[in-house]
């Protein structure tokens, strides 16, 4: 993901979770429609527990409010909750993470996703890894490609 697409706020929320949870790694999201809305997944998302420490979607050619779904695990908050597995669904709710951007409808264009995600276990030595990925979504809101 090229870092000039990302406002300035979820640029923020990727750098605090390599400083925090230690996040350097990169994965690639799947990006596929699931139940008339789009889903995410990766293979380590279905292998272990997770917890989702900061997220969301901004539009790619976008001047100003850009960011459609921002989400955030409170920095007082020690109440980490690794009952995550599986995909994540555009919009859906975490327990003890706060939207900071609630979902709004996706218009034709291209998007980036990105979550910064911990581990409940380890695998192959890591403890997290920020996801990303980009799609298009057409004038129907529905999922393009990538």
């Known amino acids: 993901m090229n870092p000039r697409y990302l406002p300035h706020t979820l640029l923020s929320v990727v750098l ?8 350097s ?19 380590a998302l279905s292998q272990t527990n997770y917890y989702v420490h ?7 050619d976008c001047d100003s409010d850009c960011i459609y779904w921002e989400v ?17 669904k555009y919009g859906q709710s975490f327990e003890h ?20 995600i911990g581990y409940a276990s380890s695998l192959n030595g890591k403890r997290g890894a920020r996801f990303s990925a980009t799609f298009t979504v057409d004038g129907n809101g529905n999922l393009t490609g990538s």
């Open 16 to 23: 605090a979770c390599t400083a925090v949870a230690g996040c």
């Open 25 to 43: 790694e990169s994965e690639t999201l799947e990006v596929f429609s699931c139940d008339d809305s789009i889903c995410f997944t990766a293979p």
């Open 54 to 60: 900061s997220g969301g979607i901004s539009r790619s």
């Open 72 to 88: 955030l695990t409170p920095g007082d908050d020690n109440a980490i909750n690794y009952q995550n597995q599986g995909e994540i």
């Open 97 to 116: 993470i706060q939207v900071t951007t609630p979902p709004r409808a996706l218009k034709q264009g291209r998007y980036n996703v990105s979550f910064n």
